[in-house]
Each structure stands twice: as C-alpha cells, then as structure tokens.
C-alpha cells in the first residue's frame, strides 16, 4: 500500500491562504465538474469522492455545472479561494481551450493540477438502425453516401469530436458533427436511432454494448479492450499508430498551495490503491492512473501539443 502521510498541515504552511486554517480540509471539499450526471466524468468524480472521503476525512461534494465547454465549472474553480473548491479536469478542457476563443482558460495557465485519476479508450459506435454494423462498411456506406451520415460526440472541440475529424481527414469521410451537452445526451440519441453514428467513452456505454443496443466498431486503444476483445482498433482497421484514451485528473485553483497540491496526489494515490476502487472503475471501463502534479501537467502540456498540431491542419474553430 502506498503510504498515507501529510494528512494535516502546518498552520505555516496555509498562512497564505484566504481562510485557512490550522488543519486542511476543515470542512467539505467541492469538486465541480463541467458536465451533465451520468456522463464519465461524473461517474469517475462520484467514485473518487467517496472514496477520498475517508483519505481527507471530510465529504466531498460532487456539484455539476454542464455548460460552455466546461468554462463555467472552470471558472467556478478559477474564482474560489476558499482552499475547498476543486476542478474534474478531462481531456476536453484542454482541447476546447484551444478550439474556442471564448473559453477564458488554460489548463496550465489557470490551474494547478495535482494528479490524474483514471484513463480509459473511446469507442466508434453504431446504432443497430443504421446501415452499416461494422467499421468496414461504415467507410464504404459513407464513400457511397457522402454527407448523409450524422455522428455525435459529447461536445464541441473535445477529444470525440477530434477523434472522429481524424477519421474523417485521413479516411476522407463526408459526415456531420452534431455536438451535443455531454455525453448522456450524445448517447440517448444514439440508442433511440436519431442519428447513426457516436465516438462516445467506453465506459459508461459498455452497458448498451453488451446488451446488443448499441454496436462497437473500433476503439482507440494501442490494443484491444479487455472488455471487448472482438472489437478491432483503428490501428487494425487502416489508421496505424494513432491512438486517443479519456482520461480524468483532479486540479485547484492556480494559488493552491503546493502543500495541499501534494496532499491531494498523496490521497488520490492512497485512494487508488485500493483494490475496490480499482475494482469499481474496472467495471467502468476504466484502469486507475494516479501521478505526481509534474506527472500530470507533462501529461497536459503533451495533450495541448499533439491536439493543437490536427486543430491547425484541420482548422479547427469553434467561432
């Protein structure tokens, strides 16, 4: 077991913080997340606030604020200097700040990150309405109907959205983006057939794939899913070495003491290393990945890197 030290700090060490006081956390953490309930990072947040509870022995309160991007979670975070206001940063912060002008942040401009969570593939998936039930025959319908195929991801800008214009830009594929509030909503109108197509996290939809409602073309994994090992990569099916995972991290405001910052990767760490925790985000769809706050921000900054280069070949905008 990884060891669980500096629970309490010095009364020294938070003199700088606005309403410190001699021990940190002394009352409820808020870890805000920009997205609807139900969605992954929602379901990833809630299974790290209970289990966090018992590392920082205080409640974590899981609040949702699904709406521009994120920004107004992010904001909410940017603006809190209480000390007990924490940011579940995705990797679609940092693609809509790169995508859209009118998101006011920056990663790492704007926060401080203390340490990834948990990682996870996306998945190309079908309606069992459409015309095509596996990725060959999606290519060949959509080369045969170009522009008649609608696909949905859980918004603009974000990890889904860029994965499917990849596919599109280097399998030349015709096919309209229709940007939805979160990834519950991409996925019920997926099952209920209003559109054919979804690059959507594999774990809250591996329920619908088991249970034959939704079909799984592809994942974006160097390999194939433990979950689902008949279904091919994009590797396997003409796209070699491209590769997206959904991952999740925790973050405080940009003046969060680096004492409270190694606090948190040391309990996410400790909380992590359980086998029942590793067990529930298993179930998931997800395997844990707790780092230091340097393992997370190169994590980023690499993100920011590589996403920015297909933004610019694409010219990718959002307004």
């Avoid at 805000?32 to 929602?42: I, R, T």
């Avoid at 699904?66 to 579940?88: F, K, Q, W």
């Avoid at 940009?254 to 909380?271: E, K």
Wanted: aromatic share 6%; charged share 20%; with cysteine.
């Amino acid at each position: 077991m990884i060891e669980r030290r500096r629970l309490l700090l010095s009364a020294a060490a938070l003199a700088a913080w606005p309403g410190a006081a001699f021990a940190w956390p002394d009352r409820a953490l808020r870890l805000v997340v920009g997205f609807q309930a139900g969605g992954s990072s929602d379901v990833v947040a809630r299974v790290l606030a209970e289990r966090l509870h018992p590392q920082l022995g205080v409640p974590i309160v899981v609040e949702n604020k699904p709406a521009a991007s994120g920004s107004m979670a992010a904001e909410t975070v940017m603006a809190a200097h209480d000390g007990h206001t924490l940011l579940m940063m995705s990797d679609s912060f940092v693609t809509s700040s790169l995508t859209n002008k009118s998101v006011r942040f920056q990663p790492l401009r704007d926060f401080k990150p203390a340490s990834l969570i948990c990682e996870g593939t996306l998945v190309v998936l079908a309606s069992p309405r459409a015309p095509f039930h596996d990725f060959p025959s999606l290519v060949a319908y959509v080369h045969a109907n170009p522009g008649k195929v609608n696909y949905v991801s859980a918004g603009l800008g974000g990890h889904q959205h860029l994965t499917a214009e990849y596919i599109s830009a280097s399998l030349k594929l015709d096919m309209t983006h229709i940007p939805m509030r979160g990834s519950s909503q991409a996925m019920q109108d997926l099952l209920g057939g209003q559109v054919e197509l979804a690059v959507l996290g594999l774990g809250p939809t591996l329920v619908y794939i088991r249970s034959g409602q939704l079909i799984a073309l592809a994942v974006t994994a160097p390999a194939r899913s433990p979950y689902l090992p008949d279904v091919p990569t994009l590797g396997e099916l003409g796209l070699p070495g491209f590769t997206v995972s959904e991952w999740f991290g925790l973050v405080g405001p940009l003046d969060t003491p680096p004492s409270i910052v190694d606090q948190l990767a040391q309990a996410i760490a400790a909380a992590l290393d359980d086998e029942a925790t590793r067990r529930r985000l298993d179930e998931l769809g997800f395997t844990a990945h707790p780092s230091s706050p340097a393992e997370f921000a190169d994590r980023i900054r690499t993100e920011e890197t590589r996403w920015r280069k297909l933004i610019e070949e694409r010219g990718i905008k959002l307004d």
